[in-house]
């Protein structure tokens, strides 16, 4: 896979709502009412939430603190990637100290993003987002993620069976579980994929995202 190119920048608007019409189909439990927004921030007091079940509103803003599962897997992994339970979402870990680095895509759809940093993005913007040391922001990328097969996850020490897998045999992430270190980990939950590298991170569903 190519390194795709990151826009340096991090977004750096506080509360900033964009209103739209989701171009995507639902969320990852969603039911794909248009009018939903997107949420872009770079400091958040509120616990990480997503739209609920079957409504269209804005994610809510992360607070700083890590991800709370209980089922954390990997601790000794040094990447890892999967697909969301509910096929939507695809991402890929590394932990590898400094150079931690969190990518997630939708597979379908598109997220809006301020116009001046998709004016400096020369490939694709808006359906993937990237957290590193240097902090959260919506990715400039000219490839896509793929997952682990449940062979080369199972391989890389964090999957084993009882977790599921796709019907292209990709490894999946269940709900409330996570993957990662204390520095460097992503947790899915039903409304969305949130990562972190240190106090940096990202929550991202196919109808709105939010950065911290």
Known sequence: MRTPRLLSSVVAVGGLVLAL???GGPGESGDGTSGTTVTVTTQATSSP???AT???SPASQPSQS?????HRLGQDTAGASWVSPGGKIVCTLSTQGPEAVARCDLRS???PVPADLKDACEFDMGTSMVVDAQGARPGC???AVTAQS???AQDAGWWSTELGSSAQDEAVLPYDHSVGTDQAECESRSTGMT???GEHGFTINDSAYTTW
Request: some cysteine; proline content about 8%.
């Open 21 to 23: 019409t989701a171009c």
């Open 49 to 51: 939430a997503e739209p």
């Open 54 to 56: 079957g409504t269209s």
């Open 66 to 70: 890590p991800t709370t599962s209980a």
């Open 109 to 111: 759809g598109a997220l």
């Open 141 to 143: 990328i000219s490839d």
């Open 150 to 152: 449940t062979t080369q």
């Open 195 to 197: 990562c972190r590298v």
